[in-house]
């Protein structure tokens, strides 16, 4: 008798399916296409239990889809430039190129084993020229349309890395990768202007709900962050020597301009020190020593004392003339809004807590019935009706905002403004591996882009280990030969730009090289993109819940805007898979409870792990390693595997004629299988496909035994869903039941309706909801043909003795409740 032997499938089918090209989509209009991505890797060491689930479920809807009917592209590539190669290059002494192809190959043999149904012929990588140089190509696209630019600007620093990090890559005030405390400096850098497009990435997320997270599209809205006010100005009085300066303050309640009693900037922007008094300055200075030793965290603190210094100087309130003192306090933030603010602590809670520290007025302007602010300590937030407001009295909140924008405009000291928390991308990085800027600056021309058919700037080959370590400025100012060059627009001598790009760039749009990716004219063929994009369904990890995914949209949208395609989203669908955990927590190396994926696959193969990520809990949902059992999964599998093995010497027969109760369970998990793989019910799907087998195997062992038609028609059911997640398995079985390769194009098996109703069900009878009596009833049974039935049953009639019935509540086909009077 044979045996289920996961080594031998694995080394029969993987070159098969690769000869066969089952996953290289027709692309020839025959059928629908779908497109489903999983996020490309970084090419980091092998796979791990992260990728092992991540790649899982993408891999089921890719072949579900494909079961469907529909031309699936599943392309796989890597996001192989970025920091960790480089490091590795320099302790190596080595090229980063090195490192990175191979563990490329590596990844991409783990890869298949693992089984992903990837189109192979599509592989793309980031560091490859032909990929990067469309990312230069689209970069001076970019900068022809005024999108990329250059402004000097206090940057995060990382000190370790010695690199510049964007503020998204500053996490507690500390760089992302190496936990290093954050240092301002002020550099040069290349800004992509993403604010201009602030407006349209939110409006659009309206079309995503439904489709994508809610957890994502409320991240995304927080991080762009719209407020709608106003920017009102104050005149700053001169003071001695000092002139008079106009200010201007965002605000959002302009309705509050009368309770305003102080001004507060921030006590880092430049603007404090240019105002503060000579009197006042030492204080400002030593201030500001000290704010610049805590944390973003913990000057955002609510919690913590408000502290500040007043400046010397006075705002005029432009509506009502009054005087307010100028202070520079930290809880006023540089690089929000304006950087300074008109304070009011009767309504405003942080103002509330400066004014009470520092003993400044406080004045009530909206009667929203709570108590005195200056007595409770509680800022009066929410509706109500301004008072001591001059012409706004009597007004509510709304309208009161809307009549003080009106005065402040009529007056041409403010407008009525929206801003963002958005900032602009901050692109350039100072370090070697990434895409080269494909700008030359001459002393003549100033900025020249890289013309399109000098394109790729290439990377120089000869720097390596100690050559790319961080220095301040990029490895690259040092390759003399690669950064002197003519200009392309004057021929005098010019210097290329050394920074390269940040990796964001690279795949923010390489879902759109996937299309294509030996395309030669442009990033893509536009043909291509109109036919597979966008995306139909993403899937990733919500680490990447904002930034990759708002620059993917953000450049979608410009792509869009150059006229190169018709959409404007790039991904219609979007799931968040969940993280594998051990013992409740993240794996990690201080924590010592890591798991080996490829240990794992030694142990129980390919379609065991597989198996046991996607039946541990809903996509979404982390994998607590600890709690699931792959030798569970496996034992489930040869079960399985030995349905079809029983059935292979039987000879297909007409299946009506055979079980009807297993013909039953399989067109019902046929049919129900495909409304929970549609709903992200990956987990359901397997529970139903074990019933499934077992249901198939008590008639094996009972009555016809595998010769009954049910039976076949049962195993080739469990194949073609099995196909989904246990690839191996599946398509072994499917070769045991007589048929050729790939189970992948099977087809979702057809469900004959007639199956699917229940003959007979059973109800029960309770009298005041106890319950008294079962009936077996036709599943199509009226609630009159039930009732009737319930109160002739011999023991009910009995019990009742005759007795009134206040009420019979019927639900048919399963349950009758009689209440006695
Ligand atoms: C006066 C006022 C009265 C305000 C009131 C609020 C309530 P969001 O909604 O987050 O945009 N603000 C403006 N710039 C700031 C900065 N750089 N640092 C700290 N706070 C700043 O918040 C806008 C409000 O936050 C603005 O409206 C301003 O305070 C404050 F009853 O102006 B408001
Ligand atoms: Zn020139």
């Not at 796979?47 to 092992?52: P, S």
């Not at 100072?430 to 790729?456: A, N």
Request: net charge negative; charged share 25%; proline share 5%.
């Amino acid at each position: 008798e044979s045996t289920y032997g996961f080594r031998e499938m694995e080394a029969k089918w993987a070159p098969v399916w690769d000869d066969l090209g089952v996953f290289t989509p027709k692309d020839d209009g025959s059928a629908e296409r779908r497109y489903v991505l999983d996020m490309f890797p970084y090419p980091s060491g092998d796979l791990h239990m992260g990728h092992a689930e991540a790649f899982a479920m993408g891999d089921v809807i890719s072949r579900y889809w494909r079961q469907c009917g529909y031309d699936v592209m599943h392309p796989i590539g890597w996001d192989s430039f970025g920091l960790p190669a480089e490091n590795a290059a320099i302790k190596r002494n080595a090229h980063p190129s090195e490192w990175t192809y191979a563990n490329i190959e590596t990844q991409a043999a783990s890869f298949k084993r693992y089984a992903i149904s990837a189109d192979w012929s599509r592989r793309i990588h980031t560091s490859d020229p032909e990929y990067y140089r469309w990312t230069q190509w689209l970069f001076t696209r970019f900068y022809e349309k005024g999108l990329a630019y250059r402004k000097d600007h206090p940057v995060n620093w990382c000190p370790n890395d010695q690199t510049v990090l964007a503020n998204e890559q500053v996490v507690n005030g500390a760089c992302e990768r190496c936990g290093t405390m954050v240092t301002k400096k002020s550099l040069n850098q290349w800004y992509f202007k993403i604010t201009d497009y602030a407006d349209r990435l939110l409006d659009d997320m309206d079309a995503l709900h439904g489709h994508w997270p809610e957890r994502v599209l409320a991240m995304q809205k927080n991080w762009i962050g719209r407020s709608e006010g106003a920017h009102v100005d104050f005149v700053i009085e001169a003071a001695g020597a000092q002139p008079a300066h106009k200010t201007t303050v965002f605000t959002t309640r302009p309705d509050t301009l009368y309770g305003a009693t102080f001004f507060v900037v921030a006590a880092d922007a430049a603007l404090a020190n240019e105002l503060v008094t000579d009197e006042h300055r030492v204080a400002l200075e030593e201030y500001q020593e000290r704010v610049k030793a805590l944390s973003e965290i913990e000057r955002q603190s609510t919690e913590r004392e408000k502290t500040g210094v007043f400046t010397g100087r006075y705002a005029i309130n432009p509506l009502n003339g009054e005087k307010l003192a100028v202070w520079a306090a930290d809880y006023v933030l540089a690089d929000y809004g304006t950087g300074a603010i008109m304070a009011v602590p009767a309504h405003d809670q942080r103002d509330l807590d400066f004014a009470r520290t520092f003993g400044l007025p406080i004045r009530v302007v909206l009667d929203t019935g709570l108590e005195d602010p200056a007595e409770t300590g509680v800022a009066a937030v929410g509706e109500g009706t301004l008072v001591n407001s001059g012409e706004l009295d009597g007004l509510p909140k709304a309208e009161g905002i809307a009549r003080a924008i009106e005065i402040v405009q009529a007056a041409g000291t403010g407008e009525h403004f929206v801003n963002f928390r958005l900032r602009d991308w901050l692109l350039s990085r100072q370090r070697f591996w990434g895409t080269p800027i494909p700008i030359i600056h001459c002393g003549e021309c100033g900025e020249v882009p890289v013309p399109d058919d000098q394109l790729p700037v290439r990377l120089p080959d000869n720097l390596r280990g100690e050559d790319l370590s961080p220095k301040g400025t990029s490895p690259l100012a040092a390759a003399s030969d690669w950064v002197n060059v003519p200009c392309p627009t004057c021929g005098s001598p010019a210097k290329r730009d050394t920074d390269t790009m940040d990796t964001f760039v690279d795949s923010s749009w390489y879902f759109l090289r996937f299309v294509s990716p030996d395309y030669t004219q442009g990033p893509f063929d536009p043909q291509a993109a109109k036919n597979w994009m966008p995306v139909g369904q993403y899937v990733g990890g919500v680490e990447h819940a904002i930034l990759h995914l708002l620059y993917s949209r953000f450049f979608t949208k410009v792509i869009h805007d150059l006229g190169l395609i018709d959409f404007d989203e790039p991904f219609s669908a979007l799931l968040n898979q969940g993280q594998v955990l051990n013992g409740g927590k993240a794996m990690s190396k201080s924590l010592g409870n890591g798991v080996d994926l490829g240990q794992q696959l030694d142990k129980y193969g390919v379609d065991a792990i597989r198996l046991t990520m996607i039946f541990a809990s809903p996509p979404e949902d982390d994998v607590d390693w600890a709690d699931v059992s792959p030798g569970g999964s496996s034992k489930f599998l040869a079960r399985a595997w030995r349905v079809a093995s029983d059935v292979a010497s039987e000879p297909g027969v007409d299946p009506a004629t055979g079980d009807k109760a297993l013909r039953q369970v399989t067109h019902r998990a046929v049919h129900e299988s495909r409304a929970l793989l549609e709903s992200g019910k990956f987990n359901v799907v397997v529970a139903k496909t074990m019933e499934l087998v077992n249901a198939t195997r008590k008639v094996i062992d009972s009555g016809a035994g595998a010769a009954d038609p049910a039976v076949r028609e049962a195993a080739e059911a469990t194949a073609v869903i099995l196909s989904l997640f246990a690839p191996y398995t599946a398509e072994d079985m499917w070769a045991l039941l007589g048929h050729e390769p790939s189970v992948a194009n099977a087809g979702w098996p057809i469900v004959e309706e007639s199956l699917l109703v229940d003959d007979m069900v059973t109800a029960v009878v309770q009298i005041k909801g106890k319950l008294r009596a079962r009936l077996e009833v036709a599943a199509d049974i009226s609630e009159e043909e039930l009732r009737e039935a319930a109160l002739n049953h011999e023991t009910i009639v009995r019990l009742l003795d005759g007795g009134e019935i206040r009420t019979v509540i019927v639900r048919a086909p399963k349950l009758v409740n009689i209440v006695p009077a």
